[in-house]
């Protein structure tokens, strides 16, 4: 099966939020092709949480799972660090009161 770019995953996602009304922004524009991608859902309260693609081990299934929530100060750092190791990749900010991502729907969960 033919993987996506990172670039085409990214306008995809991003146009899929516009269509709910949910604002989302690129903090960081990675590497076109192969850049991995996090989300950070900013609820707007000073809470954040910050989303990374992985893989399940017992399926082989591509999923999103968190990879740190809390104190919006704490998942910037979380976030810092690991563009320390990967410059590569891209960051999409969504900013939702009600912490819409669109993350588990058909077509992005995985």
Not at 57 to 80: H, K, P, Q
């Amino acid at each position: 099966m033919a993987r996506l770019t990172a670039r085409f995953w990214v306008d995809a996602y991003l146009a899929r939020l516009r269509l709910a009304d949910i604002p989302a922004f690129v903090v960081a524009h990675g590497d076109d092709t192969g850049g991995a991608v996090l989300v950070k859902l900013n609820t707007l309260d000073g809470k954040a949480k910050v989303f990374q693609r992985s893989i399940d081990l017992m399926s082989g299934a591509r999923v999103w799972i968190t990879l740190a929530e809390g104190a919006e100060s704490e998942v910037d750092a979380a976030i810092a660090r690991q563009k320390g190791y990967d410059p590569d990749l891209w960051v999409i900010e969504v900013e939702d009161r009600e912490g819409r991502h669109l993350l588990d729907q058909d077509g992005l969960a995985g």
